[in-house]
């Protein structure tokens, strides 16, 4: 009887605790006028965010490229915020 008792408190406490997340799912995840808007937020939506990613990644792959053909570490002393003509980023 006292294993019964065990298991059925076990059951019940398993079965609460899964009702509560459940709840606590359904309250917390988004709807989806807030999925929407959460997507519209993304950096990658945004055109000059994607731009100076784009120019990031150029400028990290000309330092890659540089250190490549060299035999020094030429990319401690990169000033990532020019590029190589000499201008700005």
């Known amino acids: 009887m006292e294993v019964a008792r065990k298991a059925l408190v ?3 406490v398993l079965g609460a605790g ?3 997340g459940s709840i606590l ?3 917390v995840t988004p709807g989806e006028l807030q999925k ?3 997507l519209q937020e993304m950096p990658e939506r945004d055109l000059r965010r994607r731009d100076e990613a784009v120019r990031t990644t150029e400028l990290v792959m000309a330092t ?3 250190a ?3 035999k020094e570490n030429v990319a ?3 000033n990532w915020t020019v ?3 000499g201008r700005s980023a």
């Open 64 to 66: 890659l490229k540089d």
């Open 68 to 70: 490549a053909a060299t």
């Open 18 to 20: 899964a009702g509560v």
């Open 83 to 85: 590029s190589g003509d």
């Open 36 to 38: 929407q808007s959460m």
């Open 25 to 27: 799912f359904a309250l």
């Open 10 to 12: 076990a059951v019940a």
């Open 76 to 78: 401690w002393r990169r």
